[in-house]
């Protein structure tokens, strides 16, 4: 294992990785700090973690992993501050200016304990439905503000945290449709003057979709737009459904991954003018969201397996020859 190259050596972009436990230590911490130069809080910044409760603030999981990750040379995207869920309902009780202020004092807040030290904020998360008329998703933030809660916390992250690239993030940016309805509406907030700096493509793929070449034109479409981008959220389930599962992942299957990756790879690396890092949603399999979203069952879509080795999805990573 300690052979291998370092994949922070190889990209030509930063890579990163989500971590969601304090796993920051032991064999996890060696991985992270060999391979990575950027770290996400999967869920440590997010607002049931950070404001439970109306005005108490909890930083004790954020601190910790921020803290190891500067000490250790490592960048770290802040993730997120507006989102529908991990939301405690007491945020959307009352009037539209009573939603608002308490987005305004959370930002503040959280932004402001980590003022300086990120170096992107997904300042709003799954914003976009494709399938409603214009394009915006119904949630509890849009049903009692419209948009303002986006203009709000773009505004508030900006003036917060002024060196901070502020990102607006989304899952299935590779369809053509929400590709569309993301790009419409980031023209229009730019053009209002929202501070919006960057798109972030989630990119929770599997093995056999969205084709590769979707995801080009996704990059290619929004360059149009003059922005940063960035992938946040990278995996690459071993399912192309909801229902199947594995008792143990078919070696085959791991095989027929890496090529996967490597294609994805592939256009990150034609695509590396547009894109400035890339972080995958997990170091190992033995830590992956996709093992109980949206069923329990066994998954396996990073680039280490639960032993921490590297699979074939590390090779289609590191080696593209
Ligand atoms: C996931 C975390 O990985 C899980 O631990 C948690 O239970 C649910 O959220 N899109 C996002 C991430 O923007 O915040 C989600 O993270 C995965 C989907």
């Known amino acids: 294992q300690r052979d291998i190259p370092a994949l922070k050596d190889v ?8 971590v969601q436990r304090p796993q920051t230590l032991g064999e996890h911490g060696e991985l992270l700090r060999r391979h990575f130069e950027s770290v996400t809080p999967g869920n440590q910044l997010k607002w049931d973690a950070t404001e439970p409760r109306e005005g108490e603030f909890t930083f004790a999981e954020g601190d910790h992993l921020v803290d190891y990750a500067h000490a250790n040379g490592l960048k770290v995207r802040g993730h997120t501050l507006a989102w529908h869920s991990q939301t405690p309902d007491w945020v959307f009780e009352g009037t539209k200016a009573d939603v608002l202020r308490r987005l305004e004092n959370h930002i503040r807040a959280v932004a402001g304990r980590y003022k300086g030290r990120l170096y992107a904020w997904d300042v709003v998360n799954e914003v976009v439905d494709e399938n409603q ?6 949630s509890k933030w849009f049903q009692t503000t419209g948009l303002d809660y986006i203009r709000t916390a773009f505004r508030v992250a900006r003036e917060v945290d002024p060196d901070a690239k502020l990102y607006i993030n989304d899952y299935n940016t590779e369809f053509p449709r929400k590709r569309r309805a993301l790009y419409e509406l980031v023209r229009k907030l730019r053009a209002e003057g929202v501070p919006i700096d960057g798109v972030g493509h989630q990119l929770h793929v599997n093995i056999e979709q969205p084709h590769a070449s979707e995801i080009e034109e996704t990059i290619e479409l929004i360059a149009g737009l003059g922005v940063d981008q960035q992938v946040t959220e990278l995996d690459v389930s071993v399912y192309t459904d909801f229902v199947q599962s594995y008792p143990e992942i078919p070696a085959a299957l791991l095989l027929k991954q ?17 894109l400035n890092s890339v972080t995958l949603w997990g170091l190992a399999d033995d830590d992956t969201w996709l093992s109980t979203f949206p069923i329990t069952r066994l998954n396996a879509p990073l680039l280490f397996d639960d032993r921490l080795q590297a699979k074939p999805a590390y090779w289609g990573v590191a080696d593209p020859a």
């Open 258 to 274: 890496g090529h996967r990756y490597k294609e994805i790879f592939d256009v990150f690396r034609r695509q590396s003018g547009h």
């Open 11 to 18: 990209l030509g972009f930063t890579i990163g990785t989500a």
């Open 133 to 138: 008329p214009d394009g915006l998703r119904r």
